[in-house]
């Protein structure tokens, strides 16, 4: 897929951003994909490259532009365990200081940007996210109703700010958690809040995964979970923009 580097300015500088887009056709609908905390790299450009394989203008914005371009700190090209707790340790100050105030001007602009692209169909556009992108994926979809048709969200702490976060969503919602990160339980916590909330909801755990299951260059990754992943995503996705 046809694939750049391009830059959005925001209230507080200028962000760093992915864009994948199908290679006939068009306009197509817009998709804002949030990366996972490790950010913008191969596995990222592949799943939105896949994206857009399937008729979709994708953009991939990195949300610590304020610590500096992608990629913000140095990552192996496989973060097994050992990996993971050096590279967290160096991400959850700069992912800290990511609040929620921020991200919400961020989706601000990452939004107007996308939707003016000459390639994007006018319309609503949908917002996926992963692992923290899914909840700043969230929050982008209540923020912003008018704009967002569809929220997809996999191994994300989508709870994370509350069910207040739920009643201002309008948008159609999908849900995928890792086994490890939810139990049956508390999947019916979360469940019954979406419900309380009005929202229109696929929200299940995928079983035999742990947290970061879509990303191929992690220990966390399942290849069954991934081919669910795209079962799910890709008829939700036609289903709300009604991408061919």
Partial sequence: ?????LQ????????DAFAAVPDHGGPHPGVLMY???FGIRPVVRELAGELAGHGYHV???????RHGPTPVIDLPDHIDADARARVMA???????THTADRSRRDAA???????????????????TGYCIGGL????????HPDRVAAVAAFHGPVGADGPDLFASLTARVLLGHAASDLTPDTLGDLNRALDAAGVDYVSEIYPGTVHGFTMSDTDA??????????????????????NG
Avoid at 90 to 96: C, D, F, I, N, V
Avoid at 136 to 143: E, N, P, Q, V, W
Avoid at 221 to 242: E, I, K, V
């Fill in 1 to 5: 897929m046809p694939s750049t580097m």
């Fill in 8 to 15: 959005i300015r925001t209230d507080d500088g200028v962000a």
């Fill in 35 to 37: 990366p996972d905390g």
């Fill in 59 to 65: 953009l991939v914005p990195n949300v610590l532009y």
């Fill in 90 to 96: 160096q991400l959850m100050p700069l992912l800290g």
């Fill in 109 to 127: 602009a990452y939004l107007a940007f996308l939707t003016a692209q000459p390639g994007v169909a006018a319309g609503p556009v949908a917002v």
């Fill in 136 to 143: 700043l994926a969230m929050r982008t979809a209540a923020a």
């Fill in 221 to 242: 990754f399942s290849a069954s979970g991934l081919r669910r992943h795209w079962d799910r995503l890709l008829p939700f996705l036609h289903r709300a923009l009604g």
